[in-house]
């Protein structure tokens, strides 16, 4: 029997976030500049060292993956990493295949990705009006989001919305944006934004709309109950007794989840960065690539990356400074 991954706190990684690649059709102002230099192919990871490490690490306990990026959809070739780990699935020592996307072209995979055992999608979707969309995303837009929506749920997809909560910006349609999600039978969750990455010109304290804020508007128009259920990430939840919805919070910046980090995550040059709020991270690339094939090496190296998990992070806003910021962009690590 293979040791399961236990870091030094007792805490078991069983949660693995996989970013497939840091390009992205869209250009979220909250996530990337407008003119943003990608990573030329021989620094990604291939699709078949993300089978290796990704089977490596489902063969030491994880058992759910979600793929991310950038924009996963948009990795050429994408559909057979998904075909590879539905073997995984299949033998059942995966219990989840899932991706975040940005919905973009769900309608072209939806149908596939349901084939390989996708049976959950996170879709981030801020606002339900097309010019503001067009202004987040600066490259999306929104009927081609909706289409990718219906064709998600069309296929049999359960589909959660996520919507980073900006002030100023998407406020105002907070009510819509649950009637929406509740009317489609969709879950939602309100992510807090995080100070990632050098975007230039936007000032992170100006975006920075506080879920605890939210939460007491919505509190205004329903009822809420917390919920118990946690899911070893950031996310809490409430139900909204009139319409019996659930909603998420998700507010990376605070530290009362670390304990029970249940995760990490690679990104698509094969750095497993142990924390979202930390810089350390472990360099799985060079030891793939000086012995490819070798899984004892490759286990030993992920091995000592989760013996140098940090006990939690150290975002704080709290000082209308931001601590702790990192010098990486969201897309790189995945969200
Ligand atoms: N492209 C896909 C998407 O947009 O869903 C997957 C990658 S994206 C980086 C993952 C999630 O991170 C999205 O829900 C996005 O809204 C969120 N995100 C990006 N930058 C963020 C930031 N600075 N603060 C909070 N959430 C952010
Ligand atoms: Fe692309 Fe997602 Fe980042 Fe938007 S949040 S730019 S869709 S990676």
Same mark, same amino acid.
């Given at each position: 029997?293979?040791?399961p991954?236990?870091d030094?706190f007792?805490?078991?990684?069983?949660?693995l976030?996989?970013?497939?690649?840091?390009?992205?059709?869209?250009?979220?102002?909250?996530?990337?500049?407008?003119n943003?230099?990608?990573?030329?192919?021989?620094e990604?990871?291939?699709?078949?060292?993300?089978?290796?490490?990704?089977?490596?690490?489902?063969?030491?306990?994880?058992?759910?993956?979600?793929? +991310?990026? =950038?924009?996963? #959809?948009? *990795?050429?070739?994408?559909?057979?990493?998904?075909? /590879?780990?539905? $073997?995984?699935?299949? &033998?059942?020592?995966?219990?989840?295949?899932?991706?975040? +996307?940005? =919905?973009?072209? #769900?309608? *072209?995979?939806?149908?596939?990705?349901?084939?390989? /055992?996708?049976? $959950?999608?996170n879709? &981030?979707?801020?606002?339900l009006?097309?010019?503001?969309?067009?202004?987040?995303?600066?490259?999306? *837009?929104?009927?081609?989001?909706?289409?990718?929506?219906?064709?998600?749920?069309?296929a049999?997809?359960?589909?959660?919305?996520?919507?980073?909560?900006?002030?100023?910006?998407?406020e105002?349609?907070?009510?819509?944006?649950?009637?929406?999600?509740?009317?489609?039978?969709?879950?939602?969750?309100?992510i807090e934004?995080?100070?990632?990455?050098?975007?230039?010109?936007?000032?992170?304290?100006?975006?920075?709309w506080s879920?605890?804020?939210?939460?007491?508007?919505?509190?205004?128009?329903?009822q809420?109950?917390?919920?118990?259920?946690?899911s070893?990430?950031?996310?809490?939840?409430?139900?909204?007794?009139?319409?019996?919805?659930?909603?998420g919070?998700i507010?990376?910046?605070?530290?009362n989840?670390?304990?029970?980090?249940?995760?990490?995550?690679?990104?698509c040059?094969?750095?497993?960065?142990?924390c979202?709020?930390?810089?350390?991270?472990?360099?799985?690339?060079?030891?793939?690539?000086?012995?490819?094939?070798?899984?004892?090496?490759?286990?030993?190296?992920?091995?000592?990356?989760?013996?140098?998990?940090?006990?939690?992070?150290d975002?704080?806003?709290?000082?209308?400074?931001?601590?702790?910021?990192?010098?990486?962009?969201?897309?790189?690590t995945?969200?």
């Amino acid at each position: 029997m293979t040791a399961p991954l236990i870091d030094p706190f007792q805490r078991a990684i069983s949660y693995l976030r996989v970013s497939v690649t840091d390009r992205c059709d869209f250009r979220c102002v909250y996530c990337m500049s407008e003119n943003m230099q990608f990573l030329p192919k021989k620094e990604l990871l291939s699709l078949e060292e993300l089978d290796w490490i990704s089977t490596v690490f489902v063969r030491l306990g994880v058992q759910k993956l979600r793929i +991310t990026g =950038g924009e996963p #959809l948009v *990795r050429r070739d994408i559909l057979k990493y998904f075909q /590879g780990m539905s $073997r995984h699935l299949d &033998s059942g020592a995966l219990r989840e295949l899932t991706l975040t +996307t940005n =919905g973009s072209q #769900l309608e *072209r995979f939806a149908a596939d990705l349901v084939a390989c /055992g996708v049976k $959950r999608v996170n879709i &981030s979707l801020d606002t339900l009006d097309e010019a503001k969309f067009a202004e987040i995303t600066r490259w999306g *837009r929104l009927p081609q989001v909706m289409r990718g929506i219906d064709a998600a749920q069309a296929a049999g997809l359960r589909v959660k919305i996520n919507v980073v909560a900006l002030k100023g910006f998407n406020e105002a349609e907070l009510f819509d944006i649950v009637a929406w999600c509740a009317d489609r039978d969709m879950d939602l969750t309100f992510i807090e934004v995080m100070p990632m990455g050098d975007l230039g010109n936007e000032d992170r304290l100006d975006q920075y709309w506080s879920l605890k804020d939210l939460r007491m508007r919505l509190g205004e128009q329903y009822q809420l109950t917390d919920l118990a259920e946690r899911s070893g990430g950031p996310a809490r939840y409430v139900r909204l007794e009139e319409t019996g919805q659930k909603i998420g919070f998700i507010t990376p910046l605070s530290h009362n989840f670390c304990e029970s980090c249940n995760r990490v995550r690679l990104t698509c040059t094969g750095e497993l960065y142990m924390c979202l709020g930390q810089e350390d991270m472990a360099d799985l690339r060079a030891p793939m690539r000086e012995h490819p094939g070798d899984d004892d090496v490759l286990e030993d190296a992920i091995r000592a990356a989760i013996r140098l998990k940090p006990k939690g992070h150290d975002f704080d806003y709290s000082r209308q400074k931001v601590d702790g910021q990192m010098t990486r962009h969201m897309s790189h690590t995945g969200g």
